[in-house]
T-cell receptor, first 112, second 114 residues
């Protein structure tokens, strides 16, 4: 079945690194994504990774993919108060469409 | 282009009434999606259009729900005979043909059924 799991909460101090984890069950997923949602807003695409990659870095963001364990992580370096939001991982199962399966989201709180 | 636009931002309606939401995607995007998000959950897929063709509908989309994209541009989502369980944020997103590079989401329409 298709299911994406995330821990619900993460709290870090400003300037520290944050690591948000995600596990997925569809091993055939070829694209995996991280989205950010601020209160009352839609979702903003942060980054994505193809399944043939192990790591992708984009400024303060580093995505790690472990296909064997079906584990995806998002590391935010030098976390700022503006990074406080809900972070969703999402996959597109290779079912011939472009619909996403989203995780339940991880609420990141950055303490000043 | 200012991104994906959704109207209204908020809608409060009485149970049993019909409501309609509108989504204007990014103009060059041919794919359009509707998702529903309830409190504390990730978005759940409702339906998807490629141009004017509705290619997939979720089982969540009961017969009270209908979506259209008549000219392959804007889309509407109508809910008939609303129920309290329909209260949620309704999100629209669009993508280009190479949708694997991610969607652009609108800010959503928050529906409250009282």
């Amino acid at each position: 079945g298709e299911d994406v799991e995330q821990s619900l909460f993460l709290s870090v101090r400003e300037g520290d690194s944050s690591v948000i984890n995600c596990t997925y069950t569809d091993s055939s997923s070829t694209y995996l994504y991280w989205y950010k949602q601020e209160p009352g807003a839609g979702l903003q695409l942060l980054t994505y990774i193809f399944s043939n990659m192990d790591m992708k870095q984009d400024q303060r963001l580093t995505v790690l993919l472990n296909k064997k364990d079906k584990h995806l992580s998002l590391r935010i370096a030098d976390t700022q108060t503006g990074d406080s939001a809900i972070y969703f991982c999402a996959e597109i199962p290779t079912s011939g469409t472009y619909k996403y399966i989203f995780g339940t989201g991880t609420r990141l709180k950055v303490l000043a | 282009d200012t991104g994906v636009s959704q109207n209204p931002r908020h809608k409060i309606t009485k149970r049993g009434q019909n409501v309609t939401f509108r989504c204007d995607p990014i103009s060059e995007h041919n794919r359009l999606y509707w998702y529903r998000q309830t409190l504390g959950q990730g978005p759940e897929f409702l339906t998807y259009f490629q141009n004017e063709a509705q290619l997939e509908k979720s089982r969540l989309l009961s017969d009270r729900f209908s979506a259209e994209r008549p000219k392959g541009s804007f889309s509407t989502l109508e809910i008939q005979r609303t129920e309290q369980g329909d209260s949620a944020m309704y999100l629209c997103a669009s993508s280009s043909r190479t949708g694997n590079y991610g969607y652009t989401f609108g800010s959503g329409t928050r529906l409250t059924v009282v």
